[in-house]
């Protein structure tokens, strides 16, 4: 019965994101070169005060913190549903330092190889999550039913599965300290050095975590009662200040590792 109201409540959602995101087009033909400012850290609404083995975080991350109208009401709708967690973003220039600080100069020194933006947020969701824990949460995804309801005060790590069954890493839950944040970690520090592919989908993003985890043995849950991604905002909105555009178009042109 649970699952059947996620499911509605998700395509309710669904609805009425694509229906602001027609609005933002709007919006964005009469003041083009307006921008809304992400925080780059925002307290919780209200403190829960029963523990969790996941830190009670929200991160996230772009190229800029200056964003469209559309990925500014996404990042506010996922405000809405997650009122017991404090956010924390970064740009590009914040994730470089945060590494820097708390990582040895090995994992600084080939993340700072990579040339592609996606697969910089890559690296670094699993770098974060292992120092501090939390929930990593893409900028175009959203939540369909409250955080508080899908992370369990008792999990050690929560992964979405997509509609093939694989695992995706658009939204990560885990504890600081996870064995298998440090096997990917590996695994994308050990890619990096020996240039191991030419696409970031393999070299630092979900490939490595379908490599490592077995969906049947780790704690997964669908994306249908989890979060989705591309409601609210789409690639036009998202890139809209970035010409070389998705990771998809930038791997054509630029060389993911430096030579």
């Known amino acids: ?11 309710i959602i669904k609805i009425f994101a694509n229906l602001t995101k027609l609005l933002c087009y709007v919006f964005h033909f009469l003041f083009p070169n307006k921008r809304f400012t992400l925080p780059r850290q925002a ?13 009670r975080i929200i991160w996230q991350t772009n190229y800029t913190a200056r964003v469209t109208l ?11 549903l997650s009122p017991g967690f404090e ?16 990582y040895p100069t090995e994992i600084f020194e080939n993340y700072s190889k990579l040339q592609i933006g996606a697969a910089q947020a890559d690296f670094w969701r699993l770098l974060v999550l292992q120092k501090h824990g939390g929930v990593y949460l893409d900028i175009d995804a959203h939540f369909v039913w409250p955080l508080g309801g899908i992370v369990k005060p008792d999990d050690d790590e929560l992964y979405v599965t997509t509609k093939r069954g694989d ?18 970690i590996d695994v994308i520090l050990d890619n990096i050095k020996h240039r191991r592919s030419e696409n970031v989908y393999d070299l630092t993003g979900p ?11 780790v704690n997964t849950i669908s994306y249908r009662y989890t979060c989705n991604q591309g409601n609210f905002t789409n690639e036009y909105f998202q890139y809209l200040d970035k010409p070389e555009g998705k990771w998809t178009k930038a791997q054509k042109e630029i060389d993911i590792i430096k030579k």
Do not use: C, W
């Not at 956010?87 to 220039?93: D, I, Q």
């Open 43 to 55: 307290a919780p609404m209200f403190r829960q005060r029963s523990p969790s083995r996941i830190s």
């Open 167 to 184: 695992i995706s890493n658009y939204f990560i839950a885990s504890k600081k300290d996870n064995p298998h944040l440090a096997q990917m």
């Open 87 to 102: 956010y924390r973003f970064m740009v590009t220039e914040d994730r470089a330092e945060f590494i820097k600080a708390n």
């Open 70 to 80: 559309p990925v500014y009401l996404n990042y506010l709708f996922n405000r809405l």
């Open 207 to 217: 490939g490595v975590f379908n490599q490592v985890l077995d969906s049947a043995e």
């Open 1 to 11: 019965m649970k699952k059947f109201l996620i499911l509605f409540v998700s395509r």
